[in-house]
């Protein structure tokens, strides 16, 4: 069965090479402005492909595995939704789609998603103990996954971030799935490595394509539907705590939510296009996208290990604790990369 899986995993990254080059000849050219990181007109919407590797990769291991548990209404939900959003953000990567049409389709796919079934109906809390949520639980859904479909849009500026912080973001789940007993995860865990995999041969490192709104949109709506997904309609798998993805995605949340409230005590209008991300903000400084890149890789694997401890060595109450060394982590990355950044005169001086 592993093998099976596998070879079919690989078909889903066949597929993701072939449509990333079929999109870089398509050329939906991104042309750079001042707030870009590239120098020359590129082609983007090289997210197609990781749509369409998953999508590959995931109906053939669906329909190779007859015993699978398969929640098809899930299932049902997450595509209509991907679909309206990807539809849009194609539209948007080619001709420009006004910010509130974005906002509206983007909102429109996460009622989908929690109509659906993907919701928090209780959250297991230190000093608390499980606490039910119930309609409030439906509006968490929807603003976590409104949020984390636009932090994944706003860190895909350089090469190979985003695809390799899906990539390392999956294998951890992967794993934590596996040591769950959640085969339905699994599987969409090695999608997502298969899907993005098959980009990253075209962008990393030399940038011959960028994901565009269509890719980096559509997998932050993917990991917010596997952190809502749960059990998956599997009623004896482990439940995967709720806190899992946002510790294994802690350093894309961290940077979006530190940028959007450093930018707000200094006074900047948050509706404004920026370059003062920290992985930016680290570029604008002189490292190289490889090494940005790799840094929030290296970020990523360290977020997999407290992910899978937190799920299998603490009771689930205790679960939220292990964000504690993640939040203290990033605070003095941010902390050190804001202080060189001003000493260059990148960032107003602070009072």
């Keep these: 069965m592993i093998l099976r899986v596998l070879a079919l995993s690989a078909t889903g990254l066949v597929v993701s090479v072939l449509a990333t080059w079929t999109m870089i000849r398509i050329a939906i050219m991104d042309r750079p402005n001042h707030r870009s990181s590239h120098k020359v007109a590129t082609p983007r919407s090289g997210g197609v492909a990781i749509i369409l590797g998953f999508l590959v990769a995931m109906a053939g291991c669906v329909l190779a595995l007859p015993d699978l548990v398969v929640p098809w209404a899930l299932i049902g939900a997450f595509l209509a939704s991907a679909a309206l959003l990807s539809t849009v953000s194609l539209l948007d990567d080619i001709r ?19 109509a659906g079934g993907f919701h928090i109906e209780a959250l297991s809390l230190p000093g608390l103990g499980t606490v039910e949520l119930g309609f409030v639980g ?35 789940l ?45 997998l932050g709506l993917l990991f917010g539907a596997l952190t809502l997904i749960g059990r998956a309609g599997d009623g ?26 450093r930018r707000a005590l200094a ?48 009771p689930p109450t205790q679960i939220p604790l292990a964000l504690l060394p993640l939040i203290a982590g990033y605070a003095v990355f941010a902390f050190v990369v804001v202080r060189a950044a001003r000493r260059r005169g990148l960032l107003a001086t602070a009072g």
């Design 267 to 314: 006074g900047e209008r948050l509706s404004e296009a920026h370059r003062g991300h920290l992985y930016q903000l680290c570029v604008r400084m002189g490292a190289s996208h490889v090494q940005v890149t790799g840094l929030y890789a290296l970020f990523g694997v360290v977020q997999g290990a407290v992910a899978w401890t937190a799920q299998n060595r603490l």
């Design 174 to 218: 992967g794993l934590i799935a596996w040591g769950a007993g959640n085969q339905f995860v699994v599987l969409c865990a090695l999608a997502i490595v298969a899907g993005s995999a098959g980009f990253m041969a075209y962008n990393f490192p030399g940038g011959r394509i960028f994901m565009g709104d269509v890719g980096s949109q559509f």
């Design 96 to 114: 420009g789609v006004s910010a509130r049409w974005k906002f509206g389709t983007q909102l429109l796919a996460g009622v989908i998603l929690v």
């Design 236 to 261: 004896t798998s482990e439940l995967i705590s709720v806190f899992v993805v946002p510790m294994l995605l802690a350093v894309y949340v961290g940077d979006v939510l530190f940028t959007l409230v």
């Design 138 to 172: 439906s509006l968490l859904a929807v603003a976590w996954l409104l949020f984390l479909t636009n932090a994944y849009n706003f860190m895909d500026g350089i090469n190979g971030i985003s695809g390799a912080t899906a990539m390392v973001a999956a294998l951890s």
